[in-house]
């Protein structure tokens, strides 16, 4: 199963809003509404930020929100703050039990 | 809230094997499906196994199917992967993840260790 694919990298300034996408196939984002959102700091574990393509887990700000158009589904950063930025990642499940991770995003807030 | 601690990470010859261990505590880990996944340092997240709850189902990714086993100990709160035949592009940190949904999605990482394989 290949990676989804995202941009390596994404740039705003405080206060705007930022999205990033993730596109898979038809085998994966396409065919399930099982997209998570990762938020990753350097040498730290994942976090989770997303399930389920939109829905957020407790104590995660409002801030996130996830969608779904096709085979692409894209994360929102609203209000971008300082502490926003870390590498992204999506996450699908494909099928047969297996999942598959995108190639990540590094966020840069200017 | 739920911890996940691993431990087992070591430099293994290439083909060699290697055990590790992830032990839950602060979460019904006897609810929960238990995932591995691996990141090289600097790159990406690579999904690498999940068992079921009562230990009966197991998946892999096709990297590591036949070689890497996944399982479990409810009465222990621990889960395991059995990684042999070891190559160096399985050099990575490996993390496990516990997750359950119940309304919400209940997740929880593991601070990951780090598998070398090098002669």
């Known amino acids: 199963q290949s990676a989804l694919t995202q941009p390596a990298s994404v740039s705003g300034s405080p206060g705007q809003s930022i999205t990033i996408s993730c596109t898979g196939t038809?085998?994966?984002?396409?065919?399930?509404?099982?997209v998570s959102w990762y938020q990753q700091y350097p040498g730290k574990a994942p976090k989770l930020i997303i399930y389920d393509v939109n829905n957020r887990p407790s104590g995660v700000s409002n801030r996130f929100s996830g969608s779904k158009s096709g085979n692409t589904a894209s994360l929102t950063i609203s209000g971008l703050q300082a502490e926003d930025e870390a590498d992204y990642y999506c996450h699908s499940y494909v099928g047969t039990s297996t999942y598959v991770f995108g190639t990540g995003t590094k966020v840069t807030v200017l | 809230e739920g911890q996940l601690v691993e431990s087992g990470g070591d430099l293994v010859q290439p083909g060699g094997s290697l055990r590790l261990s992830c032990a839950a505590s602060?979460?019904?880990?006897?609810?929960?499906?238990m995932h591995w996944v691996r990141q090289v340092p600097g790159k990406g997240l690579i999904w690498v196994s999940r068992?079921?709850?009562?230990?009966?189902?197991?998946t892999y990714a096709d990297s590591v199917r036949g070689r890497f086993t996944i399982s479990r100990d409810n009465a222990r709160n621990t889960v395991y992967l059995e990684l042999n035949s070891l190559r160096a592009e399985d050099t990575a940190v490996y993390f496990c993840v516990s997750v359950r949904d119940k309304g919400s999605r209940e997740e929880y990482w593991g601070q990951g260790t780090l598998v070398t394989v090098s002669s």
């Open positions: 068992i079921s709850p009562d230990g009966a189902y197991t």
């Open positions: 038809n085998s994966d984002i396409g065919d399930y509404d099982y």
């Open positions: 602060g979460f019904t880990f006897i609810h929960a499906w």
